[in-house]
Antibody, heavy 119, light 110 residues
């Protein structure tokens, strides 16, 4: 069964850091690009970051550029999101998602991990 | 502010047909990029419903269909059922090298 399992969320003070992990199983992880998508409380979905299967290329939405870093360890089938200089507006449920080959769509989603930025 | 525009809410009675619109611009949908649709049931992760404008993943009922024209796209749901009550999001790709979502549409089954 294809599965994604996020972890690492929690409560952090403004300006703090957090690293999210996403453990993948049931598919050849290195063959697929991956994404992070977040959803603020009561709000819609927002694409945050993406990374190619090899990890060579990374992409970010403007609001997190310079603060967030996406990476992956294909030997561990794990995706990461390092979040620095966190702000209140980063508070959200963070989902990792598997990209569909040759498409900008995402066909497998994790259950999400909650990040709360508050003093 | 979401890049793609969706109506905040739509509603319909069981058995009826509803459509949800998704309007973009020349830098995303109008540039020829595909539109995808997701269904998010309360308290759960999004689920891919339609990809590549019109394609349904395995397991998605044919009551759900997608279309695209110009700078807009639509999701149609026929034979509305109570379990279709959910939030629906459109998504595309933008020339700014990022994926973009609509603000979401809450479907209420009356």
């Amino acid at each position: 069964e294809v599965q994604l399992l996020e972890s690492g969320g929690g409560l952090v003070q403004p300006g703090g850091s957090l690293r999210l992990s996403c453990a993948a199983s049931g598919f050849t992880f290195s063959d697929y690009a991956m994404s992070w998508v977040r959803q603020a409380p009561g709000k819609g979905l927002e694409w945050v970051s993406g990374i190619t299967g090899s990890g060579v290329s990374t992409y970010y939405t403007d609001s997190v550029k310079g603060r967030f870093t996406v990476s992956r360890d294909n030997s561990k089938n794990t995706l990461y999101l390092q979040m620095n200089s966190l702000r209140a507006e980063d508070t959200a449920v963070y989902y990792c998602a598997k990209d569909v080959s040759s498409s900008s769509s995402m066909d497998v989603w994790g259950q999400g991990t909650t990040v709360t930025v508050s003093s | 502010q979401p890049v793609l525009t969706q109506p905040p809410s739509v509603s319909g009675a069981p058995g009826q047909r509803v459509t949800i619109s998704c309007t973009g611009s020349r830098s995303n949908i109008g540039a020829g990029y595909d539109v995808h649709w997701y269904q998010q049931l309360p308290g759960t992760a999004p689920k891919l419903l339609i990809y590549g404008n019109t394609n349904r993943p395995s397991g998605v009922p044919d009551r759900f269909s997608g279309s695209k024209s110009g700078t807009s796209a639509s999701l149609a749901i026929t034979g509305l059922q109570a379990e279709d009550e959910a939030d629906y999001y459109c998504q595309s790709y933008d020339s700014s090298l990022s994926r973009v979502f609509g603000g979401g549409t809450k479907l209420t089954v009356l």
